[in-house]
């Protein structure tokens, strides 16, 4: 638990302002130039106008009001809607020199006191506060004792009824305006869904504010989608070979599975963490706590873990089941990479998830208008995991965003997937569906059209049937795939009960010969490549990184990161983990990884060049630059 005052953060840095953005963005925050829009919004937003901000996760949201806050005159109050994240962000700041506290529940009376009197007194520049708190007569009396600066209102998704993040609280911030006219107000959030945004501009009351649109590209992460196989074997041998000691989320959609592979792992000798709604809190706090202060760390977890984790260095998301739709994909993902640098999203896909989606899709098939939505959901879902085109352009797309050309950092574009015509593989395995009388799954469908006569086919006489071995020109794991590929684009359809399939009117059209169908070939090697590959190109390659992607090669050439720069960087990890150790602060908030692989690049040897890292600012470089020049020096 930290406050303002104990963490004695003002002690070199009383008061004084930095007198401008850049100013503050090169002496605090230790980088060169803003990034994306980030010049503009502060500009506006010092201004004194209004903003909203949409910008993708690791997009550089919170310096659009932390420099504002520095160089306006008086305290900004940041609305953060969770108290792990108000303290990190507040432990981050203070490691900085900035004067931030926060106000919420895990105060004693006093030190919430103590920060009141702060901000009465203009001793501090930012103060977090939570929602509920906020809107109390108590403190809307603070607010009116205080100089403000700004009101910085982040999650702002939150104020969506329909998103899951909902909080009724947000609902009364318009009142911050009502009271305090001339305070301008930035509300953000990473948000991708065009009617969240609608709602956030009307119930925030924001019709007036300047909207600074960014692209929801996350250029440094890599997607994947892979056939389901074994899924624990296969995603094993993904971390080891692209992820031996990082740390990362893997998400599972049941509270069993996730004690199940988190158990597993750990068997494997992989540490891993177990995460959901059903475990009790104070264990759910105690191994999100780990997580964010240890280094490799493994969260098994269920979609109940996620907001607010804001740790940087998160290098892999994985999906071992299906996410609820594509935007949910994208924010579970998001949470990987946000340093910028390289990052993986893998998810392993096969019949089984096919047909749960299907079945799900067949429950919504009753049609108001909510169930119709929903629908639409499943099916771009589905349509992502099976295209043959870059999945990146699917993804942008699906939120209104064109990328002009594919991406080269995903699956399909890394390795392209060849498409074939599959009319008559899909008039053979869709005939066999209705000769079998339309109740069977693709396990018996399949004995019928490779010849197997199994038990079950012969008592059926399916072996009597003119598809029995007509399908002897493709392999078993060949016709799992174009089944799966027939449910996922609706020429079959599940049944509810039993999970036998169907032919809906479109595979009659294929039956008929009144449409042809085009199949994607699933790759039979995973090719081995990734994150690991990219850190080593980066470092190899000695350039600077931009974070957000950019300096991120996606298709350069493959360098290692020879035994020496190896060394230093274990070396310089082990550094940060002890100094955070030591302030009992998760390893990141000293250093991020990007900045200690800037010092393996370029091996500083004295202040001056310690200074001119990215993420070294003056209140760093005095705390920290003799312990990591050590560290440097040693491994000359
Ligand atoms: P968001 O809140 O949008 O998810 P953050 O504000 O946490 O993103 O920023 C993401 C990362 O980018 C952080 O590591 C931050 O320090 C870094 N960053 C932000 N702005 C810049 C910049 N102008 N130059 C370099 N790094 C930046
Ligand atoms: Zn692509």
Redesign the pocket.
């Known amino acids: 638990m930290f406050s303002y005052s104990n963490r004695g953060a003002s002690d070199d840095a009383s008061g004084q302002q930095p007198a401008t953005a850049l100013d503050a963005l090169r002496t605090v925050f230790g980088y060169d130039s803003f990034r994306g829009q980030q010049a503009d919004i502060i500009d506006h937003v010092v201004r004194g106008g209004d903003a909203l901000v949409l910008m993708p996760t690791g997009g550089g949201k919170s310096l659009c009001y932390q420099i504002p806050a520095l160089v306006r005159d008086g305290v900004t109050v940041v609305v953060s809607p969770l108290i792990a994240l108000m303290r990190d962000q507040v432990t981050a700041l203070q490691e900085l020199g900035v004067r931030a506290a926060f106000l919420n529940s895990s105060l004693g009376p006093a030190e919430a006191r103590e920060v009141e009197r702060a901000m009465v007194q203009g001793e501090i520049d930012l103060v977090y506060v939570a929602p509920e708190r906020l809107v109390t007569p108590r403190f809307l009396d603070l607010l009116d004792r205080t100089r403000l600066a700004l009101f910085a209102l982040d999650e702002a998704h939150c104020v969506s009824q329909w998103g899951h993040d909902f909080r009724p609280e947000y609902l009364q911030l318009s009142i911050l305006h009502e009271r305090h006219p001339m305070v301008p107000r930035i509300a953000l959030t990473a948000t991708a869904d065009v009617q969240t945004r609608a709602e956030i501009k009307d119930k925030l009351g924001l019709t007036d504010a300047r909207v600074f649109l960014s692209s929801f590209d996350r250029p440094n992460i890599t997607?994947r989608v892979v056939p389901k196989k074994s899924e624990r074997q296969q995603m094993l041998a993904f971390l080891r070979e692209n992820h031996p000691e990082d740390a990362g989320i893997i998400y599972c959609m049941s509270r069993n599975k996730v004690e199940e592979v988190a158990a597993w792992l750990n068997q494997q000798g992989r540490e891993a963490l177990p995460y959901h709604a059903g475990l009790p809190a104070e264990v759910r706090e105690a191994n999100q706590d780990r997580f964010i202060k240890s280094e490799g760390l493994v969260m098994v977890a269920t979609v109940a873990f996620g907001m607010g984790i804001d740790k940087p260095n998160v290098r892999f998301v994985c999906h071992l089941d299906p996410p609820k739709s594509l935007e949910a994909y994208y924010q579970e993902t998001g949470r990987a990479g946000r340093d910028g640098l390289p990052a993986n999203a893998w998810m392993a896909y096969g019949m089984a998830d096919v047909v749960m989606l299907r079945q799900m899709l067949e429950q919504s098939e009753a049609g108001d208008s909510h169930r119709r939505v929903e629908r639409g959901k499943l099916e771009a879902l589905l349509g992502f995991c099976e295209t043959p085109?870059?999945?990146?352009?699917v993804l942008l797309n699906y939120f209104n965003e064109t990328?002009p050309e594919?991406?080269?950092?995903?699956?399909?574009?890394?390795d392209p997937v060849e498409t074939w015509d599959g009319t008559i593989a899909a008039q053979k395995a869709l005939s066999a569906v209705y000769r079998t009388g339309q109740r069977y799954g693709a396990g018996h469908l399949i004995d019928v059209l490779v010849g197997n006569a199994t038990e079950k086919v012969v008592q059926q006489n399916h072996d009597q049937l003119k598809t029995f071995a007509v399908g002897k020109d493709l392999t078993k794991v060949e016709w799992q795939s174009v089944y799966r590929q027939l449910v996922a684009t609706g020429l079959l359809t599940v049944d509810l009960e039993y999970g036998g399939f169907r032919l809906t009117d479109a595979g009659v059209a294929v039956i008929k010969g009144q449409r042809v169908v085009k199949l994607r070939k699933d790759p039979v090697l995973e090719r081995r490549r990734g994150v690991h590959d990219a850190l080593r190109r980066h470092t190899a390659r000695g350039g600077s990184v931009g974070g957000n992607g950019e300096g991120v090669s996606r298709s350069g050439a493959r360098g290692a990161l020879s035994a020496a720069d190896d060394a230093l960087w274990h070396a310089l990890k082990d550094c940060r983990t002890a100094l955070a150790k030591a302030q009992s602060v998760p390893p990141y908030v000293i250093f991020h990884d990007s900045t200690l692989l800037e010092m393996v690049a370029q091996r500083p040897r004295d202040h001056a060049a310690f200074a001119h890292l990215p993420g070294v600012g003056g209140r760093k470089l005095e705390r920290y630059a003799d312990a990591f020049l050590e560290v440097i020096r040693q491994h000359g």
């Open positions: 997607y085109d870059c999945r990146r352009q990328l594919p991406c080269g950092n995903c699956d399909t574009c890394l």
